[in-house]
Each structure stands twice: as structure tokens, then as C-alpha cells.
T-cell receptor, first 113, second 116 residues
Framework: ETGVTQSPTHLIKTRGQQVTLRCSSQSGHNTVSWYQQALGQGPQFIFQYYREEENGRGNFPPRFSGLQFPNYSSELNVNALELDDSALYLC????????????FGPGTRLLVL | AQKITQTQPGMFVQEKEAVTLDCTYD???????LFWYKQPSSGEMIFLIYQGSYDEQNATEGRYSLNFQKARKSANLVISASQLGDSAMYFC?????????????FGQGTTLQVKP
């Protein structure tokens, strides 16, 4: 096990609602990256947080936002949910701003109806 | 733009035999990192092996080895002595080094099934 935890494990929402996903990083890691994995696809980078600041963002709209806390845990918030937001959301923790190997949590499966 | 290509959607291998999973990549950067991850049906991505672009030796981790051919831009994963627990989805990924985020770019994945 990596020591990276995510909550909740599963979530069902309806279109237009808002959702918050949580991630606790591995001890000693100061960087959290979030990825979206649609069914049958490889993960897509959403954004990364390093020392509580956003440190890079993929091609996702502003309704995807995040936070990182002083203990390096992180939240992913998605507003105005769309059906296409249904996916597995993975967070990964690493050291040194992502310059080291990223270790993933078990993911949160989000279904938007 | 950087890209990872995995051309084998699915592979079968007999238990105890070796199997090679293909990965090619495209980048204009001189410095980059290549990774393989395993994803069982539970969903968690498990790190297997890493190869840096300047590493002269092929990486090895237990039963996993990475056949790195820089000129051909390929980074194939070799699993020796396959076990039933190796059945999973396998992803090749490349890390951007310029830009400093360490963002990973993933391929489409290869599903491996190990037959008893």
C-alpha cells in the first residue's frame, strides 16, 4: 500500500450538483496531483498542488478547482456537474513538486446521473 | 506534443511464461522520465518501474524490467515468470520534465490476462 488515501470511495450525484473529493498524501510528500480516468481510458492530468499552491493545470475548465492544506492533504471540487464528469478520480502524492515518482491512492468513482 | 502509444489493447500469457507489453513515446525533450503502472480491477494505480532518459542501463525491479530503446523511442515492459495476480491493466506514462510539474501523460493501457 502507498499510504495515499481517498474519500469517499464511491459517489453518485445528479447533473448540476457540486462535489468535493478528498486525498491524504503519503507521509513526507508535499505534492498532490489529481487525475481523471474515464472508463477504458488512461488517466488525464487535472492539476497539481505543491506547498498549498496550484503548480500546473491540465485542459480542464475552471469548474474544476482544488485546495491543498498545511498538512499537504488536498481537495478536488467540481461545480455544475455534467454527465461526462462520471469517471474514476485519482490522486497521487510525491515529493519535490512532482519531480519524484507519483504514488496513487485507490481513487473515487463518481457517477453523475 | 508529448504522446504515449500502447498498441496492444489486450494480451494473454500462460502462467510462468514471460510477456512483453509495448510502449512507444513521442517527445522533443531531451530530459524525460518513463513509468509503468499496474491497475487491477480495484482501480488503484500501482507503480512498477521507472526509467530516466539519461539512464544507460535498463531498469529492473524484481520480475519487471524495462527494455528502453531511446533511438526507437520505445520503453517496453517485460514481466518474467507471470503469475495469476499479474492479470490487470498496465499503463505506460511519461513525465514532463520541463515545466516542473511532473505531470504524467498516460497511454491507453494494455489489459493482461494470465492463464493458469
Amino acid at each position: 500500500e502507498t499510504g495515499v488515501t481517498q474519500s469517499p470511495t464511491h459517489l453518485i450525484k445528479t447533473r448540476g450538483q457540486q462535489v468535493t473529493l478528498r486525498c491524504s498524501s503519503q507521509s513526507g510528500h508535499n505534492t498532490v496531483s489529481w487525475y481523471q480516468q474515464a472508463l477504458g481510458q488512461g488517466p488525464q492530468f487535472i492539476f497539481q498542488y505543491y506547498r498549498e499552491e496550484e503548480n500546473g493545470r491540465g485542459n480542464f475548465p475552471p469548474r474544476f478547482s482544488g485546495l491543498q492544506f498545511p498538512n499537504y492533504s488536498s481537495e478536488l471540487n467540481v461545480n455544475a456537474l455534467e454527465l461526462d464528469d462520471s469517471a474514476l478520480y485519482l490522486c497521487a502524492s510525491s515529493g519535490q513538486g512532482g519531480g519524484e515518482t507519483q504514488y496513487f491512492g485507490p481513487g473515487t468513482r463518481l457517477l453523475v446521473l | 506534443a508529448q504522446k504515449i502509444t500502447q498498441t496492444q489493447p489486450g494480451m494473454f500469457v500462460q502462467e510462468k511464461e514471460a510477456v512483453t507489453l509495448d510502449c512507444t513515446y513521442d517527445t522533443s525533450d531531451q530530459s524525460y522520465g518513463l513509468f509503468w503502472y499496474k491497475q487491477p480491477s480495484s482501480g488503484e494505480m500501482i507503480f512498477l518501474i521507472y526509467q530516466g532518459s539519461y539512464d544507460e542501463q535498463n531498469a529492473t525491479e524484481g520480475r519487471y524490467s524495462l527494455n528502453f530503446q531511446k533511438a526507437r523511442k520505445s520503453a517496453n515492459l517485460v514481466i518474467s515468470a507471470s503469475q495469476l495476480g499479474d492479470s490487470a491493466m498496465y499503463f505506460c506514462a511519461m513525465r514532463e520534465v520541463p515545466g516542473n510539474t511532473g505531470k504524467l501523460i498516460f497511454g491507453q493501457g494494455t489489459t493482461l490476462q494470465v492463464k493458469p
